[in-house]
């Protein structure tokens, strides 16, 4: 299976900037996905492989990296990203990291 | 506005049985594909279970093979998932999620439906 590994917690202040990682255990290609999930949600969709903005999702957000790692990008950071953000990749099969909780200061 | 509603969790106790339903709205639920997503309390997500748009191809992770079954009925626009011999740590949040079979990835997910396995 393709291990990808997150860091499991943040915390930011409102306005800045973060930089969310993900390391896969293998190369994914591009073929890697974000989703936010918040308290007691099912998951949404933010980013598709790697770099795509997901319908609906603001531009605060955004994606890159290709291979083995990627990141997420929000900036800037407002009260209602608080949320546990998950990479997701399927280019073999579909895992999931374990989720970065983000916090605000 | 798509819409995945599941349906059929409960409390069960090993070695028993459970189906899920997840009744699709919003788009043509028969042109895609769709899986099965689950969550244990206070960890990460794991994929279990996919069917093509058509019943063609299933495939499911190994940790449920050979106990879960997934299967549609397009005329009812619903997904479901049989799950037999039930163990402890199929406890989780089941959740039902449409397939964007172009970049693999999950556009849409339900709301999810608990599952409790306990003695």
């Known amino acids: 299976d393709t291990v990808l590994t997150q860091s499991p917690a943040l915390a930011v202040s409102p306005g800045e900037r973060v930089s969310i990682s993900c390391r896969a255990s293998e190369g994914v290609n591009s073929y890697m996905h974000w989703y936010q999930q918040k308290p007691g949600q099912q998951p949404k969709l933010l980013i598709y492989?790697?770099?795509n903005l997901a319908s609906g999702v603001p531009a605060r957000f955004s994606g890159s990296g290709s291979g083995t790692d990627f990141t997420l990008t929000i900036d800037p950071v407002e009260a209602d990203d608080t949320a546990t953000y998950f990479c997701?990749?399927?280019?073999?099969?579909?895992?999931f990291g374990g989720g970065t909780k983000l916090e605000l200061k | 506005e798509v819409q995945l509603v599941e349906s059929g969790g409960g409390l069960v106790k090993p070695g028993s049985s459970l189906k899920l339903s997840c009744v699709a709205s919003g788009f043509t639920f028969s042109s895609y594909g769709m899986h099965w997503i689950r969550q244990a309390p206070k960890k990460g997500l794991e994929w279990i279970a996919l069917?093509?748009?058509?019943?063609?191809?299933?495939y499911y992770a190994d940790s449920v093979k050979g106990r879960f079954t997934i299967s549609r009925d397009n005329s009812k626009n619903t997904l479901y998932l049989e799950m037999n011999s039930l163990r402890s740590e199929d406890t989780a949040m089941y959740y039902c999620?449409?397939?964007?079979?172009?970049?693999?990835?999950?556009?849409?997910w339900g709301q999810g439906v608990m599952v409790t396995v306990s003695s």
């Open positions: 997701q990749q399927s280019w073999n099969d579909w895992t």
């Open positions: 492989k790697a770099s």
């Open positions: 999620a449409k397939w964007d079979g172009s970049y693999d990835y999950f556009d849409y």
């Open positions: 069917i093509y748009y058509d019943s063609s191809n299933k």
